[in-house]
């Protein structure tokens, strides 16, 4: 029990208990804003770079250099590149959905001129992936324009990455997936045609993986809520304690409470003079 402080009552915000106190939510609170911008700041990085992604581009859009547009982010995904070598390897990219028909994408390797290979998207078809089916590159040296697309992984949507494919098919389009399969050096990125020929489709650019507005981007805004709330549960305890150590001293100085009594209240029933501890539950009194 606090005595009574006459003549300021909030004095006992000096005692080393409400220092603790005090100290804490002062660090507290700081840490939560922090926290709580730092979600939110995540959030709209995650909504700009989603507006990046899905902006759609003129039509009129010159193509540029391969080179020039890399390494592949939320402003190069989805522009025209423009390279030139001649078509090497060529595989199927099973199991990927296009307007509501699931079919396989034609994908042929294009070695540049600087002994790099680059994954070209040729065109989709629909049905089960076969090699009869997928009609031949061209020949010779040949120039491809096509939509820059960053390297697929394992959480992409529509890949196969749990392996055991035939040989000749390939499941996610990514330079760490096809280094075991050809010898040579590769970007890490690939192009999607946007004007295929013999009859196939062609494959719409896509936003890059962490871009787009999904559970993951509304995680995050959810945590921004919880650190805010934090700050004011915090505040509001404080606020709390604050106020029943004002009432208690208050009512002490008003002689509401006896700063005297004793922590165990005296039996009154037990006869006079006697102690009431010296009685057990039965109400003998214990031999000394």
């Known amino acids: 029990m606090h005595p009574p402080y006459r003549g300021g009552v909030h004095r006992f915000l000096l ?24 979600q939110l700041g995540r959030f709209e990085a995650r909504v700009d ?21 890399l390494p592949v982010d939320t402003e190069t995904s989805g522009r025209l590149a423009s390279v030139s070598g001649e078509y090497a390897e060529q595989m199927l990219v099973p ?24 994954p070209v998207v040729r065109g989709w078809l629909p049905g089960a992936a076969d090699p009869a089916k997928a009609p031949a590159a061209p020949t010779g040296r ?51 045609v946007q004007t295929p020929a013999d009859g196939m489709l062609p494959v719409p650019a896509q936003a890059p993986a962490n871009t787009g507005l999904d559970l993951k981007a509304f995680q995050n805004l959810g945590y921004t809520g919880e650190w805010f709330v934090f700050v004011a549960f915090v505040l509001f305890m404080w606020f709390r304690l604050y106020r029943r150590e004002v009432e208690t001293l208050r009512d002490a100085e008003a002689g509401l409470l006896d700063p005297a009594a004793p922590a165990d209240p005296v039996d009154a029933t037990a006869p006079a ?3 009431p501890r010296d009685q057990s539950s039965t109400g003998i009194a214990p031999v000394r």
């Open 15 to 38: 005692t080393p208990r409400w220092w603790g106190i005090n100290i804490f939510v002062a660090l507290a609170v700081p840490f939560c804003l922090f926290m709580g911008s730092w």
């Open 49 to 69: 770079s989603h507006r990046e992604a899905t902006a759609e581009r003129p039509a009129d859009q010159v193509a540029a250099p391969l080179d020039s547009l």
């Open 95 to 118: 199991g990927r959905r296009l307007d509501g028909a699931t079919g396989f994408y034609v994908l042929t390797l294009l070695r540049t001129d600087s002994g790099k290979a680059v």
């Open 142 to 192: 040949v120039e491809v324009t096509g939509a820059l697309q960053a390297p697929e992984n394992s959480g992409t949507k529509g890949v196969h990455a749990q392996g055991g494919l035939p040989a000749g098919q390939v499941g996610v389009i990514a330079a760490a997936t096809l280094v075991n399969i050809v010898p040579h050096p590769l970007y890490n990125a690939w192009l999607t």
């Open 273 to 275: 003079g006697q102690d």
